[in-house]
């Protein structure tokens, strides 16, 4: 398997442009989580689902932001308008299973990272 | 609630000693707990996890850590570091089983050659 794979690996835009950023999980998993990485406030979870449902989304900022998976090889997290405050590293990861269970590694794409000037 | 505390933003050690990094945690319940490394440029890689069992649970790249549920502490170690262990390392909780995961704010370990 290639592993978590986003794109693009890097976008910059300008603020008020619509941003969407992609995720294709490893075949299989059941758990697909998005993490925003910022040097001041770290790793954070935005949203996670189990099987293309959306589970906890109460780390998304503001409505701006929103995330879908349509099907179990593909989620999107959107924002609209972007602003220059959402600059970060977006990470997508996935696992079987979450904490506690015998297949809970989370495995990380190598991020997406967002310029919004 | 569940939180994880990183009180070292950055931890320097010459190659070929020991190194640690600290990590304490705070959870309701019995803690899962998760060392994961971030090389530059990289997404996390998971090292090792404490879920139950002995308190001393070895990893990948010859690190180790070591729970302690007195202390509510899970440092990681290594006896000898490498320069190529140079990284930024996350400590994660849970609690419970099946609840999702709390990262903490990273330590960034430099290996002095």
């Known amino acids: 398997d290639a592993g978590v794979i986003q794109s693009p690996r890097h976008e910059v835009t300008e603020m008020g442009q619509e941003v969407t950023l992609r995720c294709k999980p490893i075949?299989?998993?059941?758990?697909l989580f998005w993490y925003r990485q910022t040097m001041m406030r770290g790793l954070e979870l935005l949203i996670y689902?189990?099987?293309?449902?959306?589970?906890?989304d109460s780390g998304m900022p503001e409505d701006r932001f929103s995330a879908k998976m349509p099907n179990a090889s593909f989620s999107t997290l959107k924002i609209q308008p972007s602003e220059p405050r959402d600059s970060a590293v977006y990470f997508c990861a996935s696992s079987f299973g979450l904490a506690g269970g015998s297949e809970d590694t989370q495995y990380f794409g190598p991020g997406t990272r967002l310029t919004v000037l | 609630a569940q939180s994880v505390a990183q009180p070292e933003d950055q931890v320097n050690v010459a190659e070929g000693n020991p190194l640690t990094v600290k990590c304490t945690y705070s959870?309701?319940?019995?803690?899962?707990l998760f060392w994961y490394v971030q090389y530059p440029n990289r997404g996390l890689q998971f090292l090792l996890k404490y879920i139950t069992g002995d308190n001393l649970v070895k990893g990948s790249y010859g690190f180790e850590a070591e729970f302690n549920k007195s202390q509510t502490s899970f440092h990681l170690k290594k006896p000898s570091a490498l320069v190529s262990d140079s990284a930024l390392y996350f400590c994660a909780v849970s609690h419970g089983g099946y609840q999702k995961v709390t990262f903490g704010t990273g330590t960034k370990l430099q290996v002095i050659p």
């Open positions: 075949s299989g998993h059941d758990y």
């Open positions: 959870v309701s319940g019995n803690p899962y």
């Open positions: 689902f189990n099987n293309n449902v959306p589970i906890d």
